[in-house]
């Protein structure tokens, strides 16, 4: 039996990759080693495949937020941004934030509970989704103050999609809390 080689089927080249991207990761831990947690966290997602820069915001100190509101008697919450230079696809990059949760022993036990670490998808780039599984840009990030004000130290002219400049979101809700 012979093949005609003349005509081989054709074979797709190598596809073109994802151009990279500047998604928001707002990262927290109440507790443990909180500060050592979220420091170790950033360098763990500068080790994830397909990501090339990853900066920082310093850590700002808040009062934990539960299902009722703030709460001065929970165990205080570090939070911090991280704005991740990558070519991750969303729900990809997410799953890994997910992994890097369960490494550093996140427990889901009750909805805005006490944790070791957490690490919300806030927005990547000007992409928008109401896939349930990867809501872009985070649902509640515009009234959130400790995701607004560590974003601003590292991008004063931040803007989430969909709701606007960041500093006006965060100068919106300083004014709201001083009534």
Known sequence: MSRN???????PGPREGRPETVAVVALGANLGDRDGTIRAAAERIARLPLVSDVRLSPLHETVALTVDGPDPDAPGYVNAVALI?????PSILLGMLHAIEDENGRERHERWGDR???????????????????????????????????????????????????????A????????
């Open 5 to 11: 080689l003349a005509n081989p089927p054709h074979v």
């Open 85 to 89: 230079t990558t070519r991750l696809a």
């Open 116 to 170: 070791t670490l957490d690490l919300d998808l806030i927005a990547y780039g000007e992409e928008t989704s109401t896939d349930p599984h990867v809501m872009l840009p985070h649902p509640r990030a515009f009234e959130r103050l400790f995701v607004l004000e560590p974003w601003l130290d590292l991008d004063p002219d931040a803007v989430l999609p969909g709701h606007g400049r960041v500093a006006a979101l965060a």
């Open 172 to 179: 919106e809700l300083r004014r709201r809390e001083r009534g």
